[in-house]
């Protein structure tokens, strides 16, 4: 069975660090670029950051709301893909989610599993 | 960018059908996946490829797409359908996904 499981939430002081990771099973990690969403309170679903497959260099990519602040990264020898998030702002208070993208890393394919999310909340 | 419009909120009564939209530019020139969320889960997608069902998506489940809106219908709507629906396409410009602002749908 396919699976992503995000960990590494919590609650962080504006201006500080996190990193979150994201674990995959059932499927051949290495082969897959990998996304982050996130959804804040009482707001819709928002692309963070991906990351593609190796096989295509690994290159990523940010929503402009967190570039600069964020990184994605990924270790396919554990199969986890990781978003560290830096300068934390209050309006970064949301729960995260992991996700894989289907086909192959720059194909228009859905995102075909996703994590239960992991929340992060940024206040003083 | 590429911008996806859907309306906030759809209301339907059970066993009635609902019908969930997404609009853009010569959208019907994209490929739009739909994707399903309830409260404390993840999303899930519920149609890929504008009419294609995932393995466990019912057959009253289907997606359509021409010129410039996507639909996502739902027949015979029942309790456990109650969710925000998000419209996904890939913007070819910058080879990034997009998502619509997500539809609340009230049963």
């Known amino acids: 069975e396919v699976q992503v499981v995000e960990s590494g939430g919590g609650l962080v002081k504006p201006g500080r660090s996190l990193r979150l990771s994201c674990i995959g099973s059932?499927?051949?990690?290495?082969?897959?670029?990998m996304t982050w969403f996130r959804r804040a309170p009482e707001k819709g679903l928002e692309w963070v950051a991906l990351?593609?497959?190796?096989?295509?260099?690994?290159?990523?990519e940010y929503a402009a709301s967190v570039k600069d602040r964020f990184t994605i990264s990924r270790d396919d020898s554990k199969s986890i893909a990781y978003l560290q998030m830096d300068s934390l702002k209050i309006e970064d208070t949301a729960v995260y989610y992991c996700?894989?993208?289907?086909?192959?890393?720059?194909?228009?394919?859905?995102?075909?599993?996703w994590g239960q999310g992991t929340l992060v909340t940024v206040s003083s | 960018s590429y911008v996806l419009t859907q309306s906030p909120s759809v209301s339907v009564a059970p066993g009635e059908t609902a019908t969930i939209t997404c609009g853009g530019d010569n959208i019907g020139r994209k490929s739009v996946h739909w994707y399903q969320q309830k409260p404390g889960q993840g999303p899930v997608g519920v149609i890929y490829f504008d009419r294609d069902r995932p393995t466990g998506i019912p057959e009253r489940v289907s997606g359509s797409n021409s010129v410039n809106t996507a639909t996502l219908t739902i027949s015979r709507v029942e309790a456990g359908d109650e969710a925000d629906y998000y419209c996904q396409v890939w913007d070819s410009t910058s080879d990034l996904p997009v998502l619509g602002g997500g539809t609340k749908l009230t049963v």
């Open positions: 059932g499927f051949s990690f290495g082969e897959h670029a």
């Open positions: 996700s894989r993208k289907s086909g192959s890393s720059y194909e228009y394919t859905p995102f075909d599993s």
């Open positions: 990351i593609r497959s190796n096989i295509y260099g690994g290159t990523t």
